[in-house]
């Protein structure tokens, strides 16, 4: 039984039931019954000799049937024939022989009869036949001798066989007989030449007859042609427009070659096909066209074949009778042939007896008609007899009972007991008809023939059938009942019927349930069970699709499943209908299906089917494998020319990726041999190309094929082929001439390359004259790619060509080019140098021009150097550095502007002017200063600590004053309140760097901007966020801190991407009320930068003018983003001069990332990336070897995924100041005087010992020599760092002291040395003890004694009360002060 619907399966248990309507009831095989042929050979049955012969007959019955055979009508004693035997339980006969025995002695008409006792059944007659393959006859076949353009047939006749055998030409090498318009086969088997063509002599034609019963081949002799032509032939004028050369050959109408003729016939049988053939001769060709008179031809049935000449039809009907015509055209006319077709039938069914299963004194009838052309007759027989004699020789109770009329038979009133089989036989001359129909009179009660109690599955929405097959006699009527509730089922969606069954036209959910099946007669009745489900159906929702992927990558297929949550489905993936082999490149997970490194062996049809016990559902999807192409093959060089070959390969494989071009590249031994060039490409439909060559080269030559996937490597290389010599084509390129002196020109041009020589001893021939003069030209003659000439006057335009020239000639000259002499030194200077209009950052720079014969050279520009000589902020030391700036102009009283200039400077420049090797000499030297400008931001702003309504704030002095600081600016301004506020303003004096900060409301956050001020207004500004609150992220209670980082800041600080706008200035006018004004504050934000107008005041101020100024603002916003991957953010710099601290926060998991620091530069409008610095370390870094005064973009990526990165941040290193290093804190110092002071002590000591003893002092010379060493010491030590403000607010930058102090200092220090100095001299010279005095051992008659006589006292350093309590430098603190103190 089979299952309904898309999704099929069956199983013992659960299954559909498929219905036949008007099927055969079936008795059970456990009742007597009649024997039924179930099984028999074909009517027209051939045999091979080789093998046994096996004639089919089974049949069943209730007792088991017997068999017997008629053969040619006659009974077939096969027990007295050994090679005969019956298998057992069957009839079928086996038939056996040996070598040399001869089947054809059984060929004949075999007739099998089944009997038992209730009838007998028959088969139909069997015609067995043996298969026959006799040999061609032999033959000598003679040439064929047949004028050109003349038509020719080859006649076939081959050997008649059983089956007849396939027909095909051949010549001698067994090349098939090309076949076309001109030159076909028939259905005869015969060859066809509508015309001969002269080459149709080149190979002769043999007919081959294969044999397929007996797997042999026979091969006629074969034909020759001779074809007699009147001019001779020229096979290089051959081609397929004129195949005859241009000679000239009589065209011909055309004329019917088969069928002859105008008119002809043809009869068909039904259902059978049709093939209708016309082929013509003529010259030209003729064509063939078919129609059919009366009618047209049916294109679902009809197929042309063979060029048009034959007409085929399908399946042949009594429709299809009628007159075809086929017509023959060519350019000199036109015939037609009518072919009438006539359709004849054998015997076909229009109603087929069945067994009839009959009750006692019932009745009923037998069928039997038939239809065919001529119409067939209908022959009745009982029991393998002729119904007609039984009716002559029967009772008159069979009489009673049974009477025939024609093509039925019609049973009154059965009796038990009367049970036959009955054969109808319907024939004509075309063929017959035979079929077996039981009546079985039977009286038994309903009984039930399927299982009892079924289960049946089904797919919600599909036809469904319910089986329940019964039998009874009288046949019982049957009804359908649901849940065992209401009347019969029938109508509506149900549909019942004859054999049992209950359709359900669309099953639905509500259609669940159990269904009673009930058969009722006069003898009882019987009844089924029958459960049904609904199941949801299995499907696929999302399915693989086709693709493409490259070699060795990764392709994945969906495939997800919805199904029925009751029903487990099994999901299966096969490879080209078979079961796929899930190696270890190949996984499948629940919803899909993945291909690691994939290869060309992975390319296929891939089926995902999902199964479940009743239905399935499956998808295919076909995975093409793109590859690189395999190299090209088998190159060939051909058609060699002086410059020029013609190359021809064979492509390789293209590996499913169209092949889109080719790359031929080449290689030569002559000037860099072993390296292979690229010479030209060609698209991929070509394999022949032309190359164009260079002269004097010896080349081979390889192919690199090209698809979407990449190239194949290179072919083999071809034979090496070398060009002859010639004169160069080219003409030297670059030609220029320039002085390298005063008194010369140096020609010089670029030297043709290798494969632009053309030959050996390559010469350049320069000829050169002096502009405009007239002069004869000068030349010259060099193998080199230069040539100077001597001796000329400055800067003197001179004309230049030149040519390259090589054995085999010279080649094209070049046009004339203007080259000039050597320059010599501008002889005059800029005069009246002068600076006007001079602001904080930029000035007017005038002068008088030069005359620019003194030049001696060409005017490159007024060349303007100048350099920053200090500040003159207090303190503030800069290092000296000489700029310039170029300024191109031919005016008598030119000017300029000078930018760039650091506020509050003094500055210094000269001007020159200058020609492209020299500079004249200086103009006068010109000193001006900058005006006071607003500050740089403080080098850093941040919150120490918080407590609930207080903020400890640091920062640090800016690295630029620009002027005299003169406070600091605080703008505070909540930004998490529900309500606007405005911003409040504190002022902070200058000397101040810490500030705590009351806040008004504890539970707001604030934003802070600090900047410094000077008389010019506030700087830069530095943006602070007030940290989180313990109910906010970020933030503990117990630390109260905010993550600390310090950033540098600076206004032309452009994030990218995307570029800020450029914010517009605001001014602050002075006002008597305290309401705020109304200037809007404008925020621009970038990540983590900011460019923020400062937000207007409300304490008093002067006006004051503010740049739109760049803050970074640090912390998570309010609204805090959850990211869905790892993220990077909030990068800040901390920048010195060649060195930079950097800080970030990211998500990845803490001990597992590494990072990457990207340095840039702006280079010509684009980034250029300079330093990339690997980290593996959390941050914060420090970075070294940074340049000093230089502008970087920086950003952090992630090493493992390179997409997550910071944005880029913009920060400036600061300028490289002279480092100070206070030795007076390292440890090796102190040590050092440390030791020196113990050792002094000691000397003192034994000195006093010696003295109270009246000795000399002979480690005196030894203390003076310490005390230089000191005093050199001292004068080497660098100042002390720290920071020390005087009263009036001056600071010094270099050493703390104020400008007064140093000063003051300076002067003490000149005169606290000169004794020192001056012990240097007696230190040098000769020591002599004395025992009178001790003047020899300090610095003569200047020393200093104590009363008794020594000279310790000379090491004290005196120091007047003032110089002591004014002195607040590094000196005062000095661990060199503090040994002179102590000695």
Same mark, same amino acid.
């Given at each position: 039984?089979?299952?309904?619907?898309?999704?099929?399966?069956?199983?013992?248990?659960?299954?559909?039931?498929?219905?036949?309507?008007?099927?055969?009831?079936?008795?059970?095989?456990?009742?007597?019954?009649?024997?039924?042929?179930?099984?028999?050979?074909?009517?027209?049955?051939?045999?091979?000799?080789?093998?046994?012969?096996?004639?089919?007959?089974?049949?069943?019955?209730?007792?088991?049937?017997?068999?017997?055979?008629?053969?040619?009508?006659?009974?077939?004693?096969?027990?007295?024939?050994?090679?005969?035997?019956?298998?057992?339980?069957?009839?079928?006969?086996?038939?056996?022989?040996?070598?040399?025995?001869?089947?054809?002695?059984?060929?004949?008409?075999?007739?099998?009869?089944?009997?038992?006792?209730?009838?007998?059944?028959?088969?139909?007659?069997?015609?067995?036949?043996?298969?026959?393959?006799?040999?061609?006859?032999?033959?000598?076949?003679?040439?064929?001798?047949?004028?050109?353009?003349?038509?020719?047939?080859?006649?076939?006749?081959?050997?008649?066989?059983?089956?007849?055998?396939?027909?095909?030409?051949?010549?001698?090498?067994?090349?098939?007989?090309?076949?076309?318009?001109?030159?076909?086969?028939?259905?005869?088997?015969?060859?066809?030449?509508?015309?001969?063509?002269?080459?149709?002599?080149?190979?002769?034609?043999?007919?081959?007859?294969?044999?397929?019963?007996?797997?042999?081949?026979?091969?006629?002799?074969?034909?020759?042609?001779?074809?007699?032509?009147?001019?001779?032939?020229?096979?290089?004028?051959?081609?397929?427009?004129?195949?005859?050369?241009?000679?000239?050959?009589?065209?011909?109408?055309?004329?019917?070659?088969?069928?002859?003729?105008?008119?002809?016939?043809?009869?068909?049988?039904?259902?059978?096909?049709?093939?209708?053939?016309?082929?013509?001769?003529?010259?030209?060709?003729?064509?063939?066209?078919?129609?059919?008179?009366?009618?047209?031809?049916?294109?679902?049935?009809?197929?042309?074949?063979?060029?048009?000449?034959?007409?085929?039809?399908?399946?042949?009907?009594?429709?299809?009778?009628?007159?075809?015509?086929?017509?023959?055209?060519?350019?000199?006319?036109?015939?037609?042939?009518?072919?009438?077709?006539?359709?004849?039938?054998?015997?076909?069914?229009?109603?087929?007896?069945?067994?009839?299963?009959?009750?006692?004194?019932?009745?009923?009838?037998?069928?039997?008609?038939?239809?065919?052309?001529?119409?067939?007759?209908?022959?009745?027989?009982?029991?393998?007899?002729?119904?007609?004699?039984?009716?002559?020789?029967?009772?008159?109770?069979?009489?009673?009972?049974?009477?025939?009329?024609?093509?039925?038979?019609?049973?009154?009133?059965?009796?038990?007991?009367?049970?036959?089989?009955?054969?109808?036989?319907?024939?004509?001359?075309?063929?017959?008809?035979?079929?077996?129909?039981?009546?079985?009179?039977?009286?038994?009660?309903?009984?039930?023939?399927?299982?009892?109690?079924?289960?049946?599955?089904?797919?919600?929405?599909?036809?469904?059938?319910?089986?329940?097959?019964?039998?009874?006699?009288?046949?019982?009527?049957?009804?359908?009942?649901?849940?065992?509730?209401?009347?019969?089922?029938?109508?509506?969606?149900?549909?019942?019927?004859?054999?049992?069954?209950?359709?359900?036209?669309?099953?639905?959910?509500?259609?669940?349930?159990?269904?009673?099946?009930?058969?009722?007669?006069?003898?009882?009745?019987?009844?089924?069970?029958?459960?049904?489900?609904?199941?949801?159906?299995?499907?696929?929702?999302?399915?693989?699709?086709?693709?493409?992927?490259?070699?060795?990558?990764?392709?994945?297929?969906?495939?997800?499943?919805?199904?029925?949550?009751?029903?487990?489905?099994?999901?299966?993936?096969?490879?080209?209908?078979?079961?796929?082999?899930?190696?270890?490149?190949?996984?499948?997970?629940?919803?899909?299906?993945?291909?690691?490194?994939?290869?060309?062996?992975?390319?296929?049809?891939?089926?995902?089917?999902?199964?479940?016990?009743?239905?399935?559902?499956?998808?295919?999807?076909?995975?093409?494998?793109?590859?690189?192409?395999?190299?090209?093959?088998?190159?060939?060089?051909?058609?060699?020319?002086?410059?020029?070959?013609?190359?021809?390969?064979?492509?390789?494989?293209?590996?499913?990726?169209?092949?889109?071009?080719?790359?031929?590249?080449?290689?030569?031994?002559?000037?860099?041999?072993?390296?292979?060039?690229?010479?030209?490409?060609?698209?991929?439909?070509?394999?022949?190309?032309?190359?164009?060559?260079?002269?004097?080269?010896?080349?081979?030559?390889?192919?690199?094929?090209?698809?979407?996937?990449?190239?194949?490597?290179?072919?083999?290389?071809?034979?090496?082929?070398?060009?002859?010599?010639?004169?160069?084509?080219?003409?030297?390129?670059?030609?220029?001439?320039?002085?390298?002196?005063?008194?010369?020109?140096?020609?010089?041009?670029?030297?043709?390359?290798?494969?632009?020589?053309?030959?050996?001893?390559?010469?350049?021939?320069?000829?050169?004259?002096?502009?405009?003069?007239?002069?004869?030209?000068?030349?010259?003659?060099?193998?080199?790619?230069?040539?100077?000439?001597?001796?000329?006057?400055?800067?003197?335009?001179?004309?230049?060509?030149?040519?390259?020239? @090589?054995?085999?000639?010279? &080649? *094209?000259? +070049? $046009?004339? #080019?203007?080259?000039?002499?050597? %320059?010599?030194? =501008?002889?005059? /200077?800029?005069?009246?140098?002068?600076?006007?209009?001079?602001?904080?950052?930029?000035?007017?720079?005038?002068?008088?021009?030069?005359?620019?014969?003194?030049?001696?050279?060409?005017?490159?520009?007024?060349?303007?150097?100048?350099?920053?000589?200090?500040?003159?902020?207090?303190?503030?030391?800069?290092?000296?550095?000489?700029?310039?700036?170029?300024?191109?102009?031919?005016?008598?009283?030119?000017?300029?502007?000078?930018?760039?200039?650091?506020?509050?400077?003094?500055?210094?420049?000269?001007?020159?002017?200058? @020609?492209?090797?020299?500079? &004249? *000499?200086? +103009? $006068?030297? #010109?000193?001006?200063?900058?005006? %006071?400008?607003? =500050?740089?931001? /403080?080098?850093?702003?941040?919150?120490?600590?918080?407590?609930?309504?207080?903020?400890?704030?640091?920062?640090?002095?800016?690295?630029?004053?620009?002027?005299?600081?003169?406070?600091?600016?605080?703008?505070?301004?909540?930004?998490?309140?529900?309500?606007?506020?405005?911003?409040?303003?504190?002022?902070?004096?200058?000397?101040?760097?810490?500030?705590?900060?009351?806040?008004?409301?504890?539970?707001?956050?604030?934003?802070?901007?600090?900047?410094?001020?000077?008389?010019?207004?506030?700087?830069?500004?530095?943006?602070?966020?007030?940290?989180?609150?313990?109910?906010?992220?970020?933030?503990?209670?117990?630390?109260?801190?905010?993550?600390?980082?310090?950033?540098?800041?600076?206004?032309?600080?452009?994030?990218?991407?995307?570029?800020?706008?450029?914010?517009?200035?605001?001014?602050?006018?002075?006002?008597?009320?305290?309401?705020?004004?109304?200037?809007?504050?404008?925020?621009?934000?970038?990540?983590?930068?900011?460019?923020?107008?400062?937000?207007?005041?409300?304490?008093?101020?002067?006006?004051?003018?503010?740049?739109?100024?760049?803050?970074?603002?640090?912390?998570?916003?309010?609204?805090?983003?959850?990211?869905?991957?790892?993220?990077?953010?909030?990068?800040?710099?901390?920048?010195?001069?060649?060195?930079?601290?950097?800080?970030?926060?990211?998500?990845?998991?803490?001990?597992?990332?590494?990072?990457?620091?990207?340095?840039?530069?702006?280079?010509?409008?684009?980034?250029?990336?300079?330093?990339?610095?690997?980290?593996?370390?959390?941050?914060?870094?420090?970075?070294?070897?940074?340049?000093?005064?230089?502008?970087?973009?920086?950003?952090?990526?992630?090493?493992?995924?390179?997409?997550?990165?910071?944005?880029?941040?913009?920060?400036?290193?600061?300028?490289?100041?002279?480092?100070?290093?206070?030795?007076?804190?390292?440890?090796?110092?102190?040590?050092?005087?440390?030791?020196?002071?113990?050792?002094?002590?000691?000397?003192?000591?034994?000195?006093?010992?010696?003295?109270?003893?009246?000795?000399?002092?002979?480690?005196?010379?030894?203390?003076?020599?310490?005390?230089?060493?000191?005093?050199?010491?001292?004068?080497?030590?660098?100042?002390?760092?720290?920071?020390?403000?005087?009263?009036?607010?001056?600071?010094?930058?270099?050493?703390?002291?104020?400008?007064?102090?140093?000063?003051?200092?300076?002067?003490?220090?000149?005169?606290?040395?000169?004794?020192?100095?001056?012990?240097?001299?007696?230190?040098?010279?000769?020591?002599?003890?004395?025992?009178?005095?001790?003047?020899?051992?300090?610095?003569?008659?200047?020393?200093?004694?104590?009363?008794?006589?020594?000279?310790?006292?000379?090491?004290?350093?005196?120091?007047?009360?003032?110089?002591?309590?004014?002195?607040?430098?590094?000196?005062?603190?000095?661990?060199?002060?503090?040994?002179?103190?102590?000695?």
């Amino acid at each position: 039984m089979l299952g309904q619907g898309v999704h099929v399966a069956l199983t013992p248990v659960l299954f559909l039931l498929l219905w036949q309507e008007a099927g055969p009831i079936e008795v059970p095989l456990d009742l007597k019954q009649p024997p039924t042929i179930i099984k028999q050979s074909v009517k027209d049955y051939i045999v091979d000799p080789r093998d046994n012969i096996i004639i089919e007959c089974e049949a069943k019955g209730n007792p088991t049937p017997t068999f017997l055979w008629r053969k040619n009508g006659k009974f077939f004693n096969f027990g007295n024939d050994p090679r005969v035997t019956m298998q057992k339980h069957s009839g079928t006969l086996k038939i056996g022989f040996r070598p040399g025995e001869r089947p054809e002695d059984y060929e004949g008409e075999y007739q099998c009869f089944a009997s038992n006792d209730h009838g007998v059944a028959m088969s139909n007659k069997i015609l067995l036949r043996v298969s026959k393959a006799p040999l061609w006859p032999k033959e000598i076949l003679e040439p064929r001798v047949v004028t050109e353009g003349s038509p020719l047939i080859l006649p076939c006749n081959p050997p008649p066989g059983l089956p007849p055998p396939q027909i095909f030409w051949m010549d001698s090498n067994m090349n098939p007989i090309p076949q076309n318009e001109r030159v076909s086969m028939g259905q005869n088997g015969d060859l066809y030449f509508s015309n001969v063509h002269l080459q149709d002599a080149e190979r002769d034609y043999s007919c081959n007859a294969r044999f397929n019963f007996t797997h042999t081949i026979q091969q006629k002799n074969p034909f020759s042609l001779r074809v007699q032509t009147t001019e001779p032939y020229n096979d290089t004028s051959f081609n397929a427009t004129d195949p005859y050369g241009g000679r000239r050959v009589a065209e011909s109408r055309p004329s019917f070659l088969t069928p002859s003729g105008i008119q002809s016939s043809k009869m068909v049988l039904r259902d059978q096909e049709l093939l209708l053939e016309c082929i013509a001769a003529g010259l030209p060709t003729p064509s063939i066209t078919w129609f059919k008179k009366g009618a047209e031809l049916p294109a679902k049935k009809v197929k042309f074949e063979n060029n048009n000449k034959v007409l085929r039809v399908l399946s042949v009907s009594e429709e299809d009778a009628g007159d075809y015509v086929c017509t023959a055209n060519n350019n000199v006319g036109m015939i037609r042939h009518t072919i009438s077709v006539d359709v004849k039938a054998a015997p076909y069914w229009l109603d087929k007896p069945t067994n009839l299963i009959l009750a006692p004194d019932e009745g009923g009838r037998l069928v039997c008609r038939a239809n065919g052309k001529p119409k067939p007759t209908i022959q009745w027989f009982v029991d393998g007899e002729p119904l007609e004699a039984k009716i002559r020789e029967g009772s008159s109770n069979s009489v009673r009972h049974r009477e025939m009329l024609g093509d039925t038979i019609i049973f009154r009133s059965v009796e038990i007991g009367s049970s036959a089989v009955y054969q109808c036989n319907a024939s004509n001359q075309h063929g017959y008809l035979l079929a077996n129909a039981f009546v079985s009179v039977l009286d038994l009660s309903p009984m039930m023939l399927g299982p009892k109690n079924q289960l049946i599955q089904v797919i919600e929405n599909n036809r469904t059938f319910l089986d329940c097959p019964f039998f009874g006699s009288p046949l019982p009527e049957h009804r359908w009942f649901k849940n065992g509730q209401g009347s019969g089922l029938d109508g509506g969606h149900y549909r019942t019927y004859l054999n049992g069954s209950l359709e359900i036209k669309r099953t639905r959910r509500e259609d669940e349930g159990t269904y009673t099946c009930v058969a009722s007669n006069m003898l009882g009745k019987a009844e089924n069970q029958v459960h049904l489900e609904v199941k949801e159906p299995t499907r696929i929702v999302q399915a693989p699709v086709h693709q493409s992927a490259v070699r060795g990558t990764t392709a994945r297929f969906d495939c997800k499943v919805n199904s029925d949550p009751t029903l487990p489905v099994t999901v299966t993936w096969t490879k080209d209908d078979k079961p796929l082999d899930l190696r270890w490149r190949l996984k499948k997970d629940k919803d899909s299906l993945t291909i690691s490194n994939i290869n060309e062996g992975d390319a296929g049809t891939y089926t995902c089917m999902a199964k479940s016990a009743i239905d399935q559902d499956s998808v295919s999807a076909r995975l093409t494998v793109l590859g690189r192409p395999d190299p090209p093959m088998d190159l060939d060089l051909s058609d060699p020319a002086a410059r020029s070959v013609r190359l021809t390969w064979i492509p390789g494989n293209d590996h499913n990726s169209p092949i889109t071009g080719f790359l031929v590249q080449f290689e030569e031994d002559r000037w860099e041999p072993g390296r292979w060039q690229n010479l030209t490409s060609f698209s991929g439909d070509l394999n022949s190309v032309v190359l164009q060559l260079s002269p004097y080269v010896n080349y081979q030559f390889r192919v690199i094929a090209i698809n979407s996937v990449g190239q194949s490597d290179p072919s083999q290389p071809s034979p090496r082929y070398k060009t002859s010599g010639a004169a160069p084509d080219a003409i030297p390129r670059g030609l220029r001439g320039w002085g390298t002196r005063n008194d010369n020109m140096e020609i010089t041009w670029e030297p043709l390359q290798d494969l632009e020589r053309n030959g050996p001893n390559l010469q350049y021939h320069v000829w050169w004259r002096r502009k405009d003069s007239g002069e004869q030209w000068d030349s010259g003659t060099t193998p080199s790619s230069n040539y100077v000439v001597q001796n000329t006057d400055t800067y003197v335009p001179y004309e230049i060509r030149i040519q390259a020239s @090589n054995e085999f000639g010279s &080649g *094209p000259e +070049s $046009n004339v #080019v203007i080259g000039y002499s050597g %320059e010599d030194k =501008p002889t005059e /200077p800029p005069r009246q140098l002068q600076v006007s209009n001079v602001d904080s950052t930029k000035a007017q720079v005038k002068w008088k021009a030069v005359n620019m014969s003194s030049i001696r050279g060409e005017f490159k520009e007024y060349r303007l150097y100048y350099s920053r000589k200090s500040s003159l902020v207090p303190g503030l030391v800069v290092k000296e550095e000489t700029k310039n700036k170029g300024f191109y102009t031919t005016a008598d009283e030119p000017s300029g502007i000078l930018t760039g200039l650091v506020p509050f400077s003094k500055y210094k420049m000269s001007m020159v002017v200058a @020609n492209n090797r020299f500079e &004249g *000499p200086p +103009s $006068n030297m #010109v000193e001006f200063t900058t005006r %006071e400008g607003v =500050p740089d931001a /403080p080098k850093f702003f941040k919150i120490n600590r918080r407590t609930l309504d207080t903020l400890y704030l640091e920062w640090d002095r800016p690295l630029e004053p620009n002027g005299i600081l003169i406070g600091y600016k605080l703008e505070y301004q909540a930004v998490n309140s529900s309500r606007p506020s405005s911003p409040t303003i504190l002022t902070i004096p200058h000397n101040v760097t810490k500030h705590t900060l009351r806040l008004p409301d504890r539970s707001t956050r604030y934003k802070l901007f600090l900047s410094a001020l000077t008389q010019q207004g506030s700087g830069e500004v530095f943006a602070e966020e007030s940290p989180h609150f313990s109910n906010e992220e970020g933030f503990t209670e117990e630390e109260g801190l905010v993550e600390l980082t310090n950033a540098f800041v600076f206004s032309d600080f452009t994030p990218t991407p995307p570029p800020l706008a450029t914010l517009p200035s605001t001014t602050i006018a002075a006002t008597e009320s305290s309401t705020p004004a109304t200037t809007p504050l404008t925020t621009t934000t970038t990540s983590s930068t900011t460019t923020v107008a400062p937000p207007p005041t409300t304490t008093e101020a002067p006006p004051t003018t503010t740049a739109a100024v760049l803050l970074i603002s640090r912390g998570p916003n309010l609204n805090v983003l959850v990211t869905r991957g790892p993220e990077i953010w909030n990068l800040t710099v901390d920048p010195n001069s060649v060195y930079a601290n950097v800080s970030w926060r990211h998500s990845f998991p803490a001990g597992s990332s590494a990072f990457v620091l990207e340095f840039a530069l702006d280079s010509e409008k684009t980034r250029k990336v300079v330093k990339s610095v690997p980290v593996m370390q959390q941050p914060p870094v420090t970075v070294a070897d940074l340049n000093a005064s230089t502008t970087y973009h920086l950003r952090v990526y992630s090493h493992e995924l390179n997409s997550i990165s910071s944005t880029w941040v913009i920060f400036k290193t600061k300028a490289a100041y002279i480092d100070q290093v206070d030795i007076a804190t390292q440890g090796w110092f102190i040590g050092l005087m440390c030791a020196i002071a113990l050792i002094i002590l000691i000397l003192l000591i034994v000195c006093f010992i010696k003295r109270s003893r009246g000795g000399k002092y002979p480690g005196a010379v030894w203390v003076a020599t310490v005390r230089k060493v000191l005093v050199r010491d001292k004068k080497d030590l660098p100042l002390d760092p720290v920071d020390h403000k005087d009263q009036d607010g001056s600071f010094d930058y270099q050493n703390g002291s104020s400008v007064h102090d140093r000063d003051k200092n300076q002067n003490s220090s000149d005169e606290d040395n000169k004794p020192l100095q001056g012990s240097q001299t007696s230190l040098d010279g000769n020591v002599k003890e004395s025992d009178d005095s001790l003047v020899d051992y300090g610095d003569g008659g200047d020393g200093q004694f104590n009363e008794d006589g020594s000279f310790i006292g000379q090491y004290t350093v005196k120091k007047d009360k003032d110089e002591t309590e004014g002195n607040e430098s590094s000196e005062a603190t000095s661990p060199v002060n503090a040994i002179y103190s102590l000695a």
